[in-house]
């Protein structure tokens, strides 16, 4: 791949590689933008088929935290890293103290936390190395139950633009995933009354959440067949496309995984169909507000709080893409991007002498 192309299209500042052979490490990250501050992203710890594939997914994760933290209305840029390797490796401390050390080059400039294939436990290992970390044990801790819960209320938005009442009562919802943050998405729609559909990968996940929910488990590939009122995805990236698009049978798309659209064009396919699609780094902001929960000590209830407004921010987004008929991922964009210009528009003061 042409690096330096990806990195002009999608407006990044920084991509970085390290490699540490001591104890198989290898990691990447990408900043993206730190207008409003330094760039926040999780570590996502993942076995990629490609070098190409990595760097894709940690550029566009990094794109994707940007336009978070500016539709969330915090002061952070956008960042990600991702080690490549098998996440279910047992000996953890010094792959995640050389991913600390990678991270403190940066000096404050990047700041990571937990994402896929990792835990509270490694944000502990990355934090002996630099401070630069979130996600920590005793603090913010696991981001799952504040981002199940946005996900939570930006599906009530959705049904709220779609049907005119925000109830899901009676409702039946796919969900692609079962991890943590699906797991407790699942809890909230279950205690709602909603038909639950899941499907992981994982059976052992599969089964604790048709334990708790009473939800019905169908294969993975069959999830995109389900009858359903709305699809949630909260696996992996890129589960919308030409392939899925022709078996969706849904009138809302709402879940908590990055990156779910294929290609931007997959999002005008959706609104041609007349699918209503809640924008993935819009309704899944509940992770990047736990963690700037942490950076600021701000009480639980505080960050769950904020992530209620993720229903009127979706709210919002949908009215200016029924106004505009556009789609619902160019109105987030635009709200995004307006939001980081008028950051970077301001004219700084002078603050005399600080040597």
């Avoid at 330096?4 to 900043?31: N, R, T």
Wanted: hydrophobic share 40%; charged share 25%; with cysteine.
């Amino acid at each position: 791949m042409d690096i330096l192309a990806s990195m002009h299209a999608l407006g990044h500042e920084q991509v970085l590689l390290s490699h540490d052979p001591s104890c198989g490490y290898f990691g990447i990250i990408a900043i993206h933008d730190t207008t409003l501050g330094p760039a926040l992203g999780g570590t996502r710890y993942w076995q990629y088929a490609s070098t190409d594939d990595a760097i894709t997914d940690a550029l566009r994760l990094a794109r994707g935290m940007t336009y978070k933290s500016a539709v969330m209305g915090i002061n952070l840029g956008g960042g990600k890293s991702v080690i490549v390797g098998d996440n279910k490796r047992q000996d953890r401390e010094a792959l995640f103290r050389a991913h600390g050390r990678f991270v403190e080059t940066l000096g404050g400039r990047y700041i990571t936390a937990e994402d896929i294939g990792t835990s509270p436990a490694d944000m502990e290992y990355i934090k002996l190395e630099t401070d630069h970390v979130a996600g920590l044990v005793g603090l913010s801790g696991d981001p799952s139950p504040v981002t199940g819960f946005g996900v939570y209320v930006g599906m009530k938005a959705a049904a709220k633009a779609c049907w005119g009442s925000d109830s899901l009562t009676g409702k039946t919802v796919a969900v692609q995933g079962c991890g943590n943050v699906a797991t407790h998405l699942c809890r909230h729609l279950h205690a709602e009354g909603v038909t639950l559909i899941v499907t992981d990968i994982d059976p052992h996940k599969v089964h604790r959440v048709v334990t708790e929910t009473g939800a019905r488990a169908v294969a993975p590939d069959t999830i995109y067949d389900a009858a359903a009122d709305i699809y949630a995805p909260c696996a992996l990236g890129a589960t919308i496309n030409d392939e899925t698009l022709a078996r969706l049978k849904v009138a809302i798309i709402a879940g908590g995984a990055n990156n779910q659209l294929a290609e931007d064009r997959h999002g005008d396919l959706l609104e041609q169909r007349g699918i209503l699609y809640a924008p993935d780094y819009v309704i899944n902001g509940g992770g990047v507000i736990n963690v700037y929960g942490e950076l600021h000590r701000w009480p639980h209830e505080r960050s769950r709080k904020k992530a209620g407004e993720i229903y009127e921010t979706l709210l919002r987004i949908f009215e200016i893409a029924r106004r505009e008929r556009i789609a619902t991922y160019r109105a987030a964009d635009r709200l995004a991007e307006e939001r980081v210009a008028a950051v970077a528009g301001l004219d700084r003061m002078w603050m005399g002498d600080r040597r």
